[in-house]
């Protein structure tokens, strides 16, 4: 599975957009990029997944380069329940069982 | 309500003590996985299981042993060669379709701490 790189940590003003970016340079065709939050202490919350197309649902919107090398996880309107780690995975498609490799994540905190 | 359950939450264990961690889940997932979070850092693949009565190491599997013998069940134990097994252990689950591109489903943990 592909390697990603995160930023270690974003702040963002309650209300605004939050932009988390992702790159994932090595990734090869058949690798998804998906996007999961952990707020402390609790397990993984799944987020959104997508091939090449960007994709949007209830919570937020994945935007993928036309390279697929990068990605950019938008939360439109950022609320403190936001606050949380973001992890951004690659997974190769139809293979072992999907294991998933998670690296440190964002530390997106919502501020006030 | 279809989800992942954990227990016991917290879990507090003498040096050179086996324990097994429990995780159920009614989501009829064929796949399930255990991981290891360690204070600030991300989640790292100690055993995962396709099917029943099968399992595959991961990146951390020394030290831990698991079984799979029925689908809505996949224990693991710490076992007392496990040198460093203080840490946040996470469940997941995942459909197994043959288009492998659903979701992981992860339980709310069990944190493992030494006397």
């Known amino acids: 599975d592909a390697k990603t790189t995160q930023p270690t940590s974003m702040d963002c003003a309650e209300g605004r957009a939050a932009n988390l970016p992702c790159n994932h340079s090595t990734i090869s065709g058949n690798e998804y990029v998906y996007w999961y939050r952990q707020i402390h202490s609790q397990g993984p919350q799944y987020i959104i997944h997508?091939?090449?197309n960007n994709e949007t649902n209830e919570m937020a919107s994945l935007i993928i380069t036309e390279d697929r090398k990068s990605s950019t996880l938008i939360l439109p309107h950022a609320t403190l329940r936001d606050t949380a780690v973001y992890y951004c995975i690659v997974r190769v498609h139809n293979t072992n069982a999907g294991k998933s490799t998670f690296g440190d994540g964002t530390t997106l905190t919502v501020k006030p | 309500d279809g989800g992942i359950t954990q227990s016991p939450k917290y879990l507090f264990r003498k040096e050179g003590q086996n324990v097994t961690l429990s995780c159920e889940q009614n989501l009829n997932h064929d796949a399930m996985y255990w991981y290891r979070q360690d204070p600030g850092q991300g989640l790292r693949l100690i055993y995962y299981s396709q099917i029943v009565n099968d399992f595959q190491k991961g990146d951390i599997a020394e030290g831990y042993s698991v079984s799979r013998e029925k689908k809505e069940s996949f224990p693991l134990t710490v076992t007392s060669a496990q040198k460093n097994p203080t840490a946040f252990y996470l469940c997941?689950?995942?459909?197994?379709?043959?288009?492998?591109?659903?979701?992981?489903?992860f339980g709310d943990g069990t944190r493992l701490s030494i006397l």
């Open positions: 997941a689950s995942s459909p197994w379709t043959g288009v492998d591109n659903q979701p992981q489903h």
């Open positions: 997508g091939l090449k």
